[in-house]
């Protein structure tokens, strides 16, 4: 489900709570509107409210912190394909196929990793990819170098391979999404009590009604950003290609 569509569910589970408060109002006999009553009420409200604005903020730092998280290790992997096609490039002319090799894979990669089909582990796990990364280790390690600045530049290149296949199994073993669907879950719940004891205070009127609106879509969208930060490779917030196009136009040089 998408992140537009979670966010209405909510404005619309949220807002539907508040009227329900309204309507019980309306229903209930007087001395359930008392003011001991109307204050057990706000108490209750003001409780879940306090525990509901914790984990809401507690779920924004996660998916930022996710969503941060994940573009780092973008930048990350596109400084190391340039330094490892900067190292190919001083080993000398022999290693042309490799640099040829290199830069073909990583336009891929970019590609696929950027689409909006399946999810980020899934794009970039295959055997293909898997057998085409070996074969390009192995033709490194079947480098035969001549001079002493060879045998470091081949050195370097085999870490920096290396740095990338264990950011490789990072991107594949992580789990598609951050944050807890059964917290996510409750949080909404909460909303809807603490929306159901706003009506349950409050005059019907317009200025009330509007109050509900805006708050209802204060809160979908929080829970719209917390999801879309979730999905940093898709949606309206997806991070930027531009480091991986930056270093594709730097390979080759």
Same mark, same amino acid.
């Given at each position: 489900m998408s992140p537009l569509a979670i966010?209405?569910?909510v404005f619309a589970l949220v807002l539907v709570s508040g009227f329900l408060g309204l309507? /019980?109002?309306?229903? @209930?006999?007087?001395?359930?509107?008392s003011d001991d009553s109307m204050g057990a009420v706000k108490l209750g409200t003001s409780l879940i409210s306090t525990l509901a604005a914790l984990v809401l903020g507690l779920l924004i730092a996660s998916a930022k912190g996710y969503y941060d998280k994940i573009g780092e290790e973008v930048t990350q992997t596109a400084?190391?394909?340039?330094?490892l096609d900067r190292a190919l490039a001083e080993y000398g002319p022999e290693t042309k196929d490799l640099r040829g090799t290199l830069r073909n894979a990583f336009a891929a990669i970019a590609q696929v990793v950027f689409s909006d089909e399946g999810s980020l582990?899934?794009?970039?796990?295959?055997?293909?990819?898997?057998?085409?990364?070996?074969?390009?280790?192995?033709? @490194?390690?079947? /480098?035969?170098?001549?001079t002493d600045v060879q045998h470091a530049l081949q050195a370097r290149a085999l870490d920096l391979t290396s740095d990338l296949e264990q950011m490789r199994w990072l991107v594949i073993e992580q789990p598609?999404?951050?944050?807890?669907?059964?917290? /996510?879950?409750? @949080?909404?719940?909460? /909303?809807?009590?603490?929306f159901l004891g706003f009506g349950l205070v409050s005059a019907k009127n317009a200025t009330v009604i509007i109050v509900f609106v805006l708050a209802a879509l204060s809160v979908a969208g929080s829970v719209f950003l917390i999801e879309e930060m979730d999905r940093p490779f898709a949606g309206f917030m997806r991070i930027s290609s531009a480091p991986l196009q930056n270093a594709l136009s730097h390979l080759g040089e």
């Amino acid at each position: 489900m998408s992140p537009l569509a979670i966010a209405s569910i909510v404005f619309a589970l949220v807002l539907v709570s508040g009227f329900l408060g309204l309507l /019980l109002r309306g229903l @209930l006999p007087e001395h359930h509107l008392s003011d001991d009553s109307m204050g057990a009420v706000k108490l209750g409200t003001s409780l879940i409210s306090t525990l509901a604005a914790l984990v809401l903020g507690l779920l924004i730092a996660s998916a930022k912190g996710y969503y941060d998280k994940i573009g780092e290790e973008v930048t990350q992997t596109a400084v190391k394909v340039v330094l490892l096609d900067r190292a190919l490039a001083e080993y000398g002319p022999e290693t042309k196929d490799l640099r040829g090799t290199l830069r073909n894979a990583f336009a891929a990669i970019a590609q696929v990793v950027f689409s909006d089909e399946g999810s980020l582990a899934g794009k970039v796990d295959s055997s293909e990819r898997q057998k085409r990364f070996e074969g390009f280790q192995r033709k @490194l390690h079947d /480098l035969t170098p001549r001079t002493d600045v060879q045998h470091a530049l081949q050195a370097r290149a085999l870490d920096l391979t290396s740095d990338l296949e264990q950011m490789r199994w990072l991107v594949i073993e992580q789990p598609d999404a951050s944050i807890s669907t059964p917290l /996510l879950v409750v @949080l909404v719940l909460w /909303l809807a009590v603490i929306f159901l004891g706003f009506g349950l205070v409050s005059a019907k009127n317009a200025t009330v009604i509007i109050v509900f609106v805006l708050a209802a879509l204060s809160v979908a969208g929080s829970v719209f950003l917390i999801e879309e930060m979730d999905r940093p490779f898709a949606g309206f917030m997806r991070i930027s290609s531009a480091p991986l196009q930056n270093a594709l136009s730097h390979l080759g040089e």
